[in-house]
């Protein structure tokens, strides 16, 4: 047996914790804010960050605009805007769009490079250290060097990270969900969930991430029924605290084809990324009791389901209201064979195969 884990992010967790722990902003004297149009303000995490910040007499800049799938040309001038009001660090405030965005300012704020650079995680002058202040518990972001950008030059999604990219401090306040809609909470429940289910099927996985995984899905399992009737009043910190725990993990073990299979539905259909995991995720298990069935057991097991019963879950509450063109099947089974998540499963990862899961994820 052999493993490494190496975890380089300070987390704090609770209500009111940016206020109670202000003094772990003290990254520099300038600070520059990414958040999305309205999530910051709506949410009430913009308004402790710019007061903790004033407490802690750190300048501050904020950019408010920033989207659903963040897209690397806009990352790379709101970087542009970071360089010259002369940031010191980055908070990123919102759910895994602005934090995702908040990495790659990061990265051109301290580097005026092309977009494409971005990817390679080889950068000169390094990367401005980064806050993360979540304000939907699904992603994970906060805990993760990983950002999934929309890059449109190839027609994708396209991830960076490493360990440069870790935030640097993690404030998690789960005060800053207790608005969010259902349909929002119901998908961004399901990203958090299945970042542990395929944590635990990556071949990447070790007896650590599985000790946090396990923990994560047993507690997960609990809340379905309630998470299905629209019962969430109850749930947001315990939402957040499986959101936090995926992060981690995947921070190690990184996603796998469920995410890679997604990727099209979400770029070429605007399918809010949990849903378009959830709907994606039968025939994601069928192929799991093909070519991973043991690890599948144990993922099963942790949660409390039959791959019957977790089928059945997905298909009542995730279904999708749109018609793809089957002539974009080859083109999206070829994007996702270049993913790397698919190659941390274990399954066929040839265009050809991946092109039958289309077809029978669209019967």
């Known amino acids: 047996m052999e ?50 910040l004033t407490h802690e007499k750190i300048e501050c800049s904020v950019f408010e605009g920033i989207g659903n799938n963040p897209d690397v040309e806009q990352c790379r001038a709101v970087g542009a805007q970071a360089r010259a009001f002369g940031a010191e660090f980055i908070i990123g405030i919102g759910g895994g769009s602005p934090l995702d965005a908040a990495k790659a300012v990061a990265v051109f704020a301290a580097n005026d490079i092309p977009a494409e650079q971005l990817f390679t995680n080889q950068y000169e002058n390094g990367v401005l250290p980064i806050v993360a202040v979540p304000t939907t518990s699904g992603t994970g972001s906060e805990a993760t060097p990983w950002s999934v950008m929309t890059w449109h030059a190839v027609k994708t999604k396209r991830s960076f990270g490493s360990l440069q990219t870790y935030p640097r401090v993690a404030l998690l306040d789960p005060a800053y969900t207790d608005n969010l809609p259902l349909a929002i909470t119901r998908s961004t ?82 399918t809010a990324h949990g849903l378009a995991n959830a709907f994606v995720l039968p025939v994601y298990l069928k192929e799991l009791a093909a070519h991973r069935p043991e690890r599948l057991a144990l993922a099963l097991g942790a949660l409390g389901m039959t791959q019957a019963e977790l089928t059945a879950y997905a298909e009542r509450n995730y279904p999708i209201d749109f018609t793809p063109d089957r002539a974009m099947f080859p083109l999206w089974a070829q994007q996702t064979a270049a993913q790397g998540g698919a190659h941390n499963t274990g399954t066929p990862v040839d265009a050809a195969h991946l092109e039958t899961l289309y077809a029978e994820i669209f019967q």
């Open 3 to 52: 493993f490494s884990f190496h975890f380089p992010t300070e987390l704090c967790f609770g209500r009111s914790i940016v206020q109670r722990k202000s003094a772990a902003l003290r990254l520099g004297a300038r600070a520059f804010i990414v958040t999305g149009k309205h999530s910051g303000r709506a949410s009430g995490a913009l308004a402790d960050v710019i007061a903790a």
């Open 189 to 270: 429940a399901m990203d958090a969930f299945t970042h542990c289910f395929e944590s635990v099927i990556s071949v990447k996985a070790s007896p650590l991430t599985d000790a946090l995984n396990f923990h994560a899905l047993s507690r997960f399992g609990k809340l379905m029924p309630q998470l299905e009737a629209g019962d969430v009043v109850s749930l947001r910190d315990e939402l957040m605290l499986i959101s936090l725990l995926g992060g981690i993990t995947i921070s190690h073990t990184g996603t796998t084809l469920m995410h890679s299979i997604a990727y099209p539905l979400t770029y070429f259909h605007g």
